[in-house]
């Protein structure tokens, strides 16, 4: 077996040079002139993409399963050439704010999903579907959520025996919170710099650089592909491989890659990935990988080794997720829009359960999308572990959402007792040593427990962030209110 | 060298290959026949194991210390096929509480140390011996640590203004504590299912699924091989490697892994492995690999060039401990007897040492077996080290041994005299926040500083959860008790 | 190109094997014959290494910017030979406290900067003008950071109902805080042993081992280029890859890895570094790697396609780092020596800002040296970005010096309250619990918030150990000091 994998890979690699026939564009070639010297760097890591290998044509001529395109039909004018500089930084010229003149075109320097969209329409759709679509607005203009982020990023200032916070500025926001959820990234005028090519004049951007998943494009669309598709490679391997969701996904609010590292999936991909294919399309399971990366579970095509689909592609992320773990209150069936502004709860607020966390039905899918969204996950279970094993894992999943969601309702019920007794005021419900204590609670230590039994590495439902840290919590905020209560009788 | 190192990947490829000559065993063929179809993840993944390509003949052909079965002679009926799925999951049938009748066969789901056995006996006998294969009964029937458990996993509510725990249930504690140190898997009748292949009944497992090391099987065997060696591919190369390792050894309360990381050892590791072989038995210090990894110190059959034994395999894993670093209160040498439930203190709990530190002599090892197992480690380190170096490290750990178990034992006056003051009760010596300091202050703060004092991963005993957060324990100790005396006058 | 690369992958292996032909020297040839036996496991690391492979003769044959040795002529008796266990351990004799006579050979067991300046002097004269190589100074001899030291390291002794702390002695220091910063390795006479080959006498040393960036060594010399060259393969693939800074710039004091880990940079290292070259000097940027890693940015000679010098190798580190972000209380412009304990500032300490922010002038580079280093950072940025890119990522990180330093210097007003009320008394400025809070403030969560903004690592800057923690240490050390005040009543 081992000397076909050689002769494979052997041929793979005569196989992807041969590719190398397509050419760059006249305007890329134009481009590629100057910027071979200019920026050495983002020009070689174009070279290795698949971009600048195949054209639009040759990847059309592959059987439907095999193309990493989602046009049927090349558009006019990109059927035989290399995708380059030109063809992504060109295109809508009109849209985009951030475009300048720039040795006889028209350039713009945020590519944006829209102008991805040219040749990936299927896939930028879905992703409008995402939650990720609409992460900025669903941070920046949610009143809890901005609250959160004001009270977190804040400057805190002593004056006059005091502690007042100032709010974060732009800057602050955009390389915290927002290096994730995206930032507003806008033109304010325009700069002329000298160069080694003469002087020149470039737009100057706002909220840049930025690449989070719900950035707010010059051209008004919303999202980053590079968040998971690194420029100018663009490597599917990337991101198959965790590393690339870990970027966003792996602090103590949201530690899905340190479960998935101690995770038995985890510790197979960390062993033998050596040895794996994450350039395959599409993707077969046992044959190009033995234990599921982020992307085999939640989006990537896959198919058994008869090339009968597994699982489908998808952009939109949580078609194979009945329930929400993370980041709210309390976990909850995954809400219908992805624009979560629009919920309200019966206490007015963005939020998709009540303080008390029932959640609010209209907002969230029902039990029958839950059901089919289960189906869909299974499905790619199945490919290796049998029903029981299966069932199993769902049972101690949707016991452990039951579990922890009332831990955080204990939390809730001493927070409330607090403010009932003005041991702590409610001017922000998220400023005071106590409130930080019911925060970490849910977005700390029931959302890494809960990722805990989703994907089963145990610790960070245990000591690293788990129960322990809970129940530890619940007797701390006991004890603040007792000391506190002293304080103030 | 390096054409040399290409040309035997060349011959090792080649070479493998030709042991692909194994055939399935006619029972093994029908499983295969639907499996494919129905896990195809599962079998592809077997089919790059050594299981799928050596016959016992072949193995047993090798020398000795190449051999990777402890047989000395095959059982019939096993000589020249494949190690398939029949020769595993069909193997005594009797002993197993989850045999059902499968297509003719009377399969059983859950592979155990038995059934392996039945090629690697002298493996699983020591692994008898380990602690680890009484992993489940040494958490879940100390008395002391049963109460840890319930005090962690427990479930608090709140009423009436008071918050009281609601004990955990088995689902919780099998994804919990029990994911690593093992569930009961037990059998709960049996339940029909559709399948593509028509219906069939299959036995409904509890405690499932569950591949902790001391798992409690349906054959009354414990442990489980695939804790380490994962399930299909048996990798040997996986074993070697930490990753394995660090799906139970990573977390605070026992933080091998993060040690190793950043020790000068898993620097050497991550930075040049690529160019390890890790598949070669036995394992030849220098030229298969640079620098140990949990294996090579712990469990490997180690030779050096001249294939002169450096360290003998043992699945044992304290044969070459001297001191038991970890998870108990404080560090001691290491108990005789792998059930520690067996041992008795003064004060009548299965503890190795009284409350305030001293070894319970009757059931640890004496000086001299310390002195050996020293010796059987210094061996490994020698195969790089001079001695002077050895001797230094050595005594640094045990001095770091003191050093922690003082600090533990001051934290513990500590919490004596809260007992005393009753400014904590005693009903459970774990569930209000001061005595969450304290176990905190032994499980992970001491633990953390032993291991990195062990394995040479500075940070851990200083900054990541070492001497500053013990010194920082006691202060926040001593504070408790003053805010609380203060509220109890 | 991927036809290209394997090509260039089996020149590369059969030009490297070409080398083979460098001899080892007499001497070392007889040092070989007993320790292939007697430390196997360093013999055939060395044998793996480029000082195996190649003459200074053959080195010095090259281009000047492919040169791995910055001698421009050999010295006597070097000139042909492969360096090996001789020419280093037998070098400077006289220098050397630790030399012994061993087998006709006068030998010394530790290697120091002062004997690699044999080979490569320029980057010994370069690390002597790093900070890292006073590193064991500007600990142990600066009487504030003693102070830390001791509170940190020392061993809690509980008598009579008070907690005292003994001091920690050498042991200690040398596997904590000295780990990295070095020991001082002294020799305390010899000792007999008996080896494979008879009785031999050796030095006995102090200090030992270590491998400290500080290390004060038997010769006088100060540093190790083992802590990031590890012997003895002495791999700069080693040194090129992150995991070796992580070994001391991981822990929360200093999370630089961390950071990396989850930014683009990091987490295309993460996923692609297996298809990059580590080995070839000087290191092009694009063609042998997509992304920097540590070794990138701070340290390597980097040049472009066309062969043109982006950045200088240097081994002074700072050379492109207009600010020191770690380890004091506040960001400042770097110092200009290396040793810092010749700062005074106005309060007479060791520091190089006032309590209240403020730079010592005297002792940090002026506004023109930091935009001269600035100048040469962004030379690396700018192989791969354009200008509004960088400039955005500078502003950024200058707004959060000035905002972390802002939250410092609350964090020490609040301090400062204490002790002028006495809630906490100064015996020493770091061991009360709310000292220990104020000491975490910078030396934790400021300075990943600082490392965050600078490797745009986003979470280290929020959720973990960033501006979060700030802002709840500063509502906990209010508390602290209301609960405190009242007990004092």
Redesign the interface.
């Known amino acids: 077996?081992?000397?076909?994998?050689?002769l494979a890979i052997?041929i793979t690699?005569?196989g992807?040079?041969s590719a190398?026939a397509a050419e760059p564009s006249p305007a890329t070639s134009t481009c590629l002139e100057c910027h071979?010297?200019a920026?050495?760097?983002?020009?070689?890591?174009w070279?290795?993409s698949r971009h600048a290998h195949v054209t639009l044509q040759e990847a059309l001529a592959k059987p439907a399963l095999e193309r990493r395109t989602s046009l049927t039909k090349a558009p006019k004018g990109r059927t035989d050439v290399a995708i380059g500089c030109a063809e992504c930084h060109t295109i809508n010229p009109r849209e985009h704010k951030d475009t300048f003149a720039h040795e006889g075109y028209k350039v713009h320097?945020v590519v944006t999903p829209q102008d991805c969209a040219t040749c990936h329409p299927v896939e930028v759709k879905q992703y409008g579907q995402n939650l990720m679509s609409h992460a900025y607005g669903n941070l920046n203009k949610n009143p809890v959520y901005h609250d959160l982020m004001e009270?977190?990023?804040?400057?805190?200032?002593?004056e006059n025996?005091k502690?007042a916070?100032r709010k974060?500025?732009a800057?602050?926001d955009?390389?915290?919170?927002n290096?994730?959820h995206g930032t507003v990234v806008g033109v304010k005028g325009a700069k002329a710099?000298d160069t080694d090519f003469g002087q020149m004049e470039?737009?100057?951007?706002t909220g840049?650089?930025n690449?989070g998943v719900g950035r707010i494009n010059p051209d008004s669309s919303m999202g980053s592909c590079t968040a998971c598709h690194?420029r100018h490679?663009f490597?599917i391997?990337?991101a198959r491989?965790p590393?690339?969701c870990?970027?966003?996904h792996?602090?103590?609010?949201v530690p899905a890659y340190k479960v998935y590292?101690?995770?038995?999936h985890?510790?197979?991909f960390?062993?033998?990935h050596?040895e794996w294919d994450f350039n395959n399309v599409p993707w077969t399971?046992?044959?190009d990988f033995?234990a599921p990366t982020c992307a085999a579970c939640h989006a990537s095509l896959m198919v058994?080794?008869?090339g009968d689909v597994v699982a489908e592609r998808t952009h939109r992320m949580n078609n194979r997720l009945p329930w929400r773990l993370l980041g709210l209150i309390y976990a909850h069936p995954h809400p219908k829009s992805p624009d979560t502004t629009v919920i309200k709860n019966k206490a007015g607020l963005a939020l998709p359960t009540e303080l008390t966390g029932e959640p609010v039905a209209k907002y969230v899918i029902d039990a029958q999308e839950q059901a089919q969204r289960r189906k869909a996950m299974e499905r790619v279970c199945?490919?290796?572990?049998?029903?029981?094993?299966v069932e199993?894992?769902w049972?101690?999943l949707e016991?452990?959402i039951r579990?922890t969601n009332?831990?955080t309702?204990?939390?809730t019920?001493?927070i409330l007792?607090a403010w009932d007794t003005d041991l702590a005021d409610d001017d922000s419900i998220f400023?005071?040593?106590i409130e930080?204590k019911w925060v970490e609670h849910w977005?700390?230590f029931a959302n890494s427990t809960r990722l805990?039994?989703a994907m089963?590495g145990?610790?960070y439902?245990?000591?690293?962030n788990?129960?322990?840290y809970?129940?530890?919590n619940?007797?701390?905020m006991?004890?603040?209110i007792?000391?506190?209560g002293?304080?103030t009788q």
Chains 1, 2, 3 share one sequence.
């Not at 009270?151 to 002593?158: E, H, K, L």
């Not at 470039?202 to 951007?205: A, K, N, Q, W």
């Not at 199945?382 to 094993?389: I, S």
């Open positions: 077996m081992r000397t076909m994998m050689v052997l690699v005569i992807s040079s190398l071979r010297t920026t050495p760097g983002a020009v070689a890591d070279e290795r320097v009270v977190t990023n804040g400057v805190p200032i002593y025996g502690v916070y974060p500025n800057q602050t955009a390389e915290s919170c290096y994730c710099k470039f737009p100057v951007l840049w650089p690449q690194a490679q490597s391997q990337m491989k590393y690339t870990a970027e966003c792996k602090g103590p609010d590292e101690v995770s038995k985890g510790n197979i960390s062993s033998l050596e399971v046992g044959k033995s058994n080794e008869d199945l490919a290796c572990h049998h029903e029981g094993w199993g894992q049972a101690r016991n452990t579990t009332e831990s309702l204990t939390a019920k001493i007792a400023n005071e040593a930080k977005l700390f805990s039994s089963a145990a610790d439902g245990v000591f690293a788990g129960r322990w809970m129940n530890k619940i007797q701390e006991i004890d603040w007792e000391f506190k002293r304080e």
